[in-house]
């Protein structure tokens, strides 16, 4: 996922907050799928505990599920970037599915463990580079997202986000 297409390479184009706000529900969708979300959220395709409900609800200062029914005042840059950095706590990449079975004798199917750190990798860090260790951004799959100045965004290796502008394009607010 880290190849950019040639239109973005060659004219990365500009994104609304509705359309970065897009990209983040697919970012959830994507992680989701492959149960990244499981093991600390419990969260899988069928299911979305009330539980981690209620510490994003405390921990964030809006509410950030369902991801794909924020209101429209809930779409703002701080939101954005506060609901990849509450995912971003909560991922861990699952190991092989594999059969298992119980100490009372039922056999089931389950993961065989997860690993933190190889999840966080894949689903982003905040920005580590020399290029880009002073600025206010989050990482996401090898893509820097920063707002410098508050109401542009920039981005560096585009790779998840296919349509994020490369160094030097922005985000336009709409509204």
């Not at 981690?52 to 599920?65: C, N, R, S």
């Not at 954005?80 to 079975?101: N, R, T």
């Not at 009372?104 to 982003?124: C, I, K, N, S």
Request: proline share 7%; charged share 25%.
């Amino acid at each position: 996922m880290t190849r950019r297409y040639y239109g973005l390479r060659t004219k990365p184009p500009s994104l609304t907050l509705e359309e970065v706000y897009w990209k983040l529900q697919n970012l959830y969708f994507l992680f989701r799928g492959k149960d990244y979300f499981r093991q600390k959220a419990r969260i899988t395709e069928t299911d979305l505990p009330d539980e981690i409900k209620h510490e994003a609800a405390v921990a964030l200062t809006f509410q950030l599920f369902p991801i794909t029914k924020w209101s429209q005042q809930d779409i703002t840059e701080d939101h954005v970037f506060e609901a990849i950095e509450f995912l971003y706590d909560y991922v861990s990449k699952p190991g092989e599915w594999v059969e298992q079975s119980s100490p009372g004798g039922y056999v089931f199917w389950g993961y065989d463990g997860y690993d933190d750190e190889a999840g966080r990798t894949e689903f982003g860090s905040p920005p580590e580079s020399e290029q880009t260790r002073n600025l206010s951004g989050f990482g996401v799959l090898g893509l820097i997202v920063s707002r410098e100045p508050p109401s542009l965004w920039k981005c560096w290796n585009p790779a998840l986000f296919a349509g994020f502008p490369s160094a030097g394009g922005t985000v336009e607010k709409s509204g």
